[in-house]
């Protein structure tokens, strides 16, 4: 097979074959010996495919990614995960996701077997996931933080017994903010099943970098830092003394715990900035800045942003840099992520972030899990809080049953965060905007209820 061919002839069979790899590996030679199919020379920079970004925070955008961008990405996940042909990956995840797709022509690049599994299946009954990892004798799979949640939350004990999760090396853990108690409790849960707290793989990536910028590598146990919470909410990082984790009572609220994401990559340059003065802080949170060969290249039909995300230069003129919009600090080599800039809630001179609220509402009622959303808004001048949260209501639920949950919330977020949530309101799950692998798009969210476009259940304003 000495010719090569245009990525989106592969992705048409991919989905046409998605279920045997030796059927798309046969389909490709098919293609390459027909004479009647012109095929023309690549170039390592020419576009492979356009990747678009999930509309977590604003409007969906086409990344333009090389074929360089991907085997450059790809090979550096491939090493530091330890993939090989004897490998078996369980892919979760979809293919209009950067995550899924490139994690299944990673399969075809690292020569390892790849079975998929759509996952409204796996939304739908969590279970059907971990059974698959046991019965394939899965070795790599993953997800974002979410879905781990949902395995917690409705598996039950007694399945957990029947798995066997032993052959699992790779539970990459990326696409959200990774939650400490998450990896605990999904470590004590199914430790029963073989699972090993080393297989937990965390990692940060953007589709402007094709995939990942940092991760973990095979083998070893994520690291997390116990952090001054006052402090970290104005990017001073105050490091205390993380003993306590080893117990099993809560941190107080005076601390907060992040996990490392991992090593940044030894060819990649990666800074932390302060956005307003574009000087480089070396102690401190700031924005995470990125020089890489997986880099793409820029926004498709999109020059504007383009330029405001991939032009990027320091105070003294050092640059291109592509700047991520997220916050983050580098401590020991590990990148550790404290939130999007673009999440920062500022109420009265103090800094908040949204996802941290969202957290305390997930612990405050388990059916709130994923389905708990916070943002700020404006009235009488004033900078407010409000948090939108999707339920499944039942029609014998009482008004009063759902107020007390709703004080409730109130409650714990402010002993916990230290805020006060001037507005919850209960609605339909349905009117909570996902993203293709089920993260909230904020700021979809946000409008639909500032315009009135939300029906609401119940809601808790003022005191």
């Avoid at 002839?9 to 010996?33: C, G, M, P, T, Y």
């Avoid at 492979?48 to 790809?74: C, E, L, M, P, W």
């Avoid at 997390?224 to 993380?242: A, G, Q, R, W």
């Avoid at 800039?341 to 800094?351: A, E, F, K, R, V």
């Amino acid at each position: 097979m000495d010719r090569l061919f245009y990525e989106k002839d592969f992705i048409e069979l991919l989905i046409k074959f998605k279920l045997k790899q030796s059927d798309i590996v046969d389909a490709l030679i098919d293609v390459a010996n027909n004479e009647s199919i012109e095929l023309k020379p690549i170039q390592s920079e020419d576009i492979a495919f356009i990747q678009f970004t999930s509309g977590t925070t604003n409007n969906q955008k086409g990344v333009r990614i090389s074929h360089y961008n991907f085997v450059d990405n790809t090979i550096k996940v491939l090493t530091r995960s330890h993939a090989n042909e004897n490998d078996i990956m369980i892919n979760i995840l979809p293919f209009t996701h950067n995550l899924g797709l490139i994690l299944l022509l990673a399969s075809l690049l690292g020569g390892f077997t790849c079975i998929l599994m759509p996952i409204s299946d796996v939304i739908q009954k969590p279970s059907r996931w971990l059974e698959a990892m046991s019965l394939y004798k899965g070795t790599i799979s993953g997800a974002p933080n979410s879905f781990y949640d949902l395995c917690l939350k409705y598996i039950p004990d007694s399945l957990v017994s029947t798995l066997d999760l032993s052959p699992w090396k790779i539970a990459f853990n990326g696409g959200e903010k990774v939650q400490p108690t998450t990896l605990r409790y999904f470590i004590n849960k199914y430790a029963k099943a073989g699972f090993k707290p080393k297989a937990f793989f965390p990692g940060y990536g953007i589709t402007e970098c094709t995939l990942v910028v940092s991760c973990h590598e095979e083998g070893e146990v994520y690291q997390s830092l116990l952090l001054d919470t006052k402090k970290l909410d104005d990017f001073v990082v105050s490091i205390l003394d993380n003993s306590i984790l080893d117990n099993d009572n809560p941190i107080s609220a005076a601390s907060k715990e992040l996990i490392s994401n991992g090593k940044v990559f030894e060819d990649d340059t990666i800074i932390i900035v302060d956005p307003d003065t574009r000087e480089i802080i070396t102690d401190g949170v700031g924005e995470l800045w990125i020089q890489s060969k997986s880099v793409t290249h820029r926004y498709f039909n999109n020059e504007n942003e383009s330029k405001h995300r991939y032009d990027c230069f320091l105070s003294n003129g050092e640059g291109p840099f592509l700047s991520t919009g997220d916050l983050a600090f580098l401590h020991k080599g590990h990148l550790y992520i404290t939130g999007r800039i673009s999440d920062l809630i500022l109420i009265n001179g103090q800094n908040y972030y949204a996802t941290d609220i969202e957290t305390t509402i997930y612990g405050s009622f388990m059916q709130t899990a994923g389905n708990a959303v916070v943002f700020p808004y404006e009235e009488a001048n004033q900078e407010k809080v409000c948090a939108l949260i999707g339920l499944s209501v039942d029609e014998s639920a009482s008004k009063e049953g759902l107020m007390d949950m709703c004080k409730t919330i109130r409650d714990n977020c402010f002993s916990r965060n230290g805020v006060y949530i001037n507005k919850i309101a209960i609605v339909d799950p349905k009117y909570i905007a996902k993203t293709a692998i089920g993260k909230n798009r904020r700021n979809i969210i946000k409008k639909s209820f500032e315009s009135k476009s939300i029906e609401v259940i119940c809601q808790l304003e003022g005191m």
